[in-house]
């Protein structure tokens, strides 16, 4: 069962045609299996469910996610508490999320479905 504002998933970049390579890594080095969402991202349960994210500019830090039932209630908690909002709510394959930054500059997404 999801938990509310529990760390729920983590998302890397793999742009610039690197898909495919980084499956092959963490296939051969940890054993990681994938299930392929299109040509640009594959998710992965191992452990801590992820994705590697092919449309991702090549800069992008590791994105962790959190879980909420109520998006919309999260989202004003955050900026309460001093986070800003960089990425308003949108949905996205399995649900909706929104990005924000938290007072140190560190980027989360926050999901529900």
């Given at each position: 069962m999801r938990s509310e504002g529990k760390l729920d998933y983590l998302e890397m970049q793999a742009g610039g045609g690197a898909i495919d390579s980084m499956k092959a890594f963490y296939s051969a080095a940890?054993?990681?299996?994938?299930?392929?969402?299109?040509?640009?991202?594959?998710?992965?349960?191992?452990?801590?469910?992820?994705?590697?994210?092919?449309?991702?500019?090549?800069?992008?830090?590791p994105l962790p996610?959190?879980?909420?039932?109520?998006?919309?209630?999260?989202?004003?908690?955050?900026?309460?508490?001093?986070?800003?909002?960089?990425?308003?709510?949108?949905d996205f394959p399995g649900g909706r999320r929104f990005h924000f930054v938290d007072p140190a500059g560190n980027e989360l997404a926050?999901?529900?479905?």
């Open positions: 940890f054993g990681w299996s994938f299930v392929d969402y299109g040509a640009s991202y594959s998710a992965f349960e191992e452990g801590l469910d992820g994705g590697f994210d092919g449309s991702a500019p090549r800069d992008m830090k996610v959190l879980y909420s039932e109520s998006l919309e209630d999260t989202a004003k908690a955050v900026e309460e508490a001093g986070g800003r909002i960089v990425r308003p709510i949108f926050v999901w529900g479905e």
